[in-house]
């Protein structure tokens, strides 16, 4: 599979623990995106980064989050001090950028969190 | 504030019926405009977007959509769905270097 994988599939954790998500994007895709979506809403924009820059944060993104992308590959997202709100699946996409003409995002399945 | 929003939650048809799914943005830039969409138990992806030129773009499945300026609108159309159609829908915009999503319209056939 060439695609999008992220990992875990499922997580589910105490409250006040910390999680780390993995995604890994489609390999000559040099930005990745991080999107976190609750039911009953579209994908929420989290972060993204251009190879291994972390382009923009999202100011509505608790400092308790924290990405990295540090080879320019796969990614990691790290949720620290667990609350149940942050309960919600992960999404993780890939794009070729720049150039409009080839924006197009794909998705992973994604990683559903679960805060007990 | 709410850069793309979709206006019809859940909608339901018959098969062969036509279907209108309605996206209005706010954003004075440049658009670039997308739908997606996402099957049950598979990932997101990309079914349509608008960059320039013909505002009338053509996707997958029979999918078109249609980009009016004036109305701030990207309104998805099909003539005549399918059962396999039932899925959610979702609005995006291209803003400041970001992909930005609607809430989504969740879409059931009935057979």
């Known amino acids: 599979d060439t695609g999008v994988s992220q990992d875990p599939r499922h997580k589910i954790t105490k409250r006040g623990q910390n999680v780390t998500f993995r995604c890994d994007p489609i390999?000559?895709?040099?930005?990745l995106y991080w999107y976190r979506q609750t039911l009953g809403q579209g994908p929420e924009f989290l972060t993204y980064f251009q190879n291994e820059a972390q382009l923009e944060k999202s100011r509505l993104l608790s400092n308790r989050f924290s990405a990295e992308r540090p080879k320019g590959s796969f990614s990691t997202l790290e949720i620290q001090r667990t609350e149940q709100g942050d309960s919600a699946m992960y999404l993780c996409?890939?794009?070729?950028?720049?150039?409009?003409?080839?924006?197009?995002?794909?998705f992973g399945s994604g990683t559903q969190l679960s805060v007990l | 504030a709410q850069s793309v929003s979709q206006h019809n939650h859940h909608v339901i048809l018959s098969e062969a019926a036509s279907l209108e799914l309605g996206c209005n943005y706010s954003y004075g830039g440049t658009v670039n405009l997308f739908w997606y969409v996402q099957y049950p138990g598979q990932h997101l992806q990309l079914l349509l977007k608008?960059?320039?030129?013909?505002?009338l773009v053509k996707g997958i499945k029979g999918f078109e959509a249609e980009f009016i300026k004036s109305k701030f609108s990207f309104n998805l159309r099909k003539p005549s769905v399918q059962w396999s159609d039932t899925a959610e829908y979702f609005c995006?915009?291209?803003?400041?270097?970001?992909?930005?999503f609607g809430k989504g319209t969740r879409l059931h056939i009935l057979p």
């Open positions: 390999s000559e895709h040099n930005r």
């Open positions: 996409a890939s794009s070729l950028a720049p150039g409009w003409a080839n924006e197009k995002l794909f």
């Open positions: 995006a915009l291209n803003r400041d270097d970001k992909i930005i």
């Open positions: 608008y960059f320039s030129g013909d505002p």
